[in-house]
T-cell receptor
Framework: QKEVEQDPGPLSVPEGAIVSLNCTYS??????FMWYRQYSRKGPELLMY????GNKEDGRFTAQVDKSSKYISLFIRDSQPSDSATYLC?????????????FGTGTKLQVIP | NAGVTQTPKFQVLKTGQSMTLQCAQD?????MSWYRQDPGMGLRLIHY???????DQGEVPNGYNVSRSTTEDFPLRLLSAAPSQTSVYFC????????????????FGEGSRLTVL
């Protein structure tokens, strides 16, 4: 079983829809929970992160962490065609002085105008 | 700002050939790493380095070699290319400090697309 599981999609939604992306994990040591966005033929870029359980909002994006269920989510409100990308969840913990990062496999999202 | 620069962006090799993928960062990051990204497999860590002169293996190190002589550069060498090494390769760097607020955010290059025939 992988440490981090993510539904690969693809996910296709109409413009303006609410999108929900999810990951589950098995390692209780994870401290930071991140979402990266990767546009086609580009490298991933950090979108947002949360520390421990709770919600964090940034514009149309909300990240949610439930450590008791080992489940994280990213919600996108009023989705736009420019949100079309692959979204990778990532989680990290301190290992020997650096943050060890584990990625999910990514969910490909297409927002149709 | 250059960030993380990878070269070449595209490369076609024949089985058995060797080559080096170059990676340079200008953010003074101590941590550098190489990933490969394949459909359905996500990002898999090949090798990483926590500072000049220090390297270690990741999840899929076989067939690859690395060295870290400077903080800025972290080349990845394919010793004898195989079709199974056809992939997109990403170099990434970050701060190593495990202090509060350091998520381990990785800064990625734009990728090097390698095809082995």
């Amino acid at each position: 079983q992988k440490e981090v599981e993510q539904d690969p999609g693809p996910l296709s939604v109409p413009e303006g829809a609410i999108v929900s992306l999810n990951c589950t994990y098995s390692n209780s040591a994870f401290q930071y929970f991140m979402w990266y966005r990767q546009y086609s033929r580009k490298g991933p870029e950090l979108l947002m992160y949360t520390y421990s359980s709770g919600n964090k909002e940034d514009g149309r994006f909300t990240a949610q962490v439930d450590k008791s269920s080992k489940y994280i989510s990213l919600f996108i409100r009023d989705s736009q065609p420019s949100d079309s990308a692959t979204y990778l969840c990532a989680m990290s913990f301190n290992s020997g002085g650096y943050q060890k990062v584990t990625f999910g496999t990514g969910t490909k999202l297409q927002v149709i105008p | 700002n250059a960030g993380v620069t990878q070269t070449p962006k595209f490369q076609v090799l024949k089985t058995g050939q060797s080559m080096t993928l170059q990676c340079a960062q200008d953010m003074n990051h101590e941590y550098m790493s190489w990933y490969r990204q394949d459909p359905g497999m996500g990002l898999r860590l090949i090798h990483y380095s926590v500072g000049a002169g220090i390297t270690d293996q990741g999840e899929v190190p076989n067939g690859y070699n690395v060295s870290r002589s400077t903080t800025e550069d972290f080349p990845l060498r394919l010793l004898s290319a195989a079709p199974s090494q056809t992939s997109v390769y990403f170099c990434a760097s970050s701060f190593t400090s495990g202090g509060a607020g350091n998520t381990g955010e990785l800064f990625f290059g734009e990728g090097s697309r390698l095809t082995v025939l």
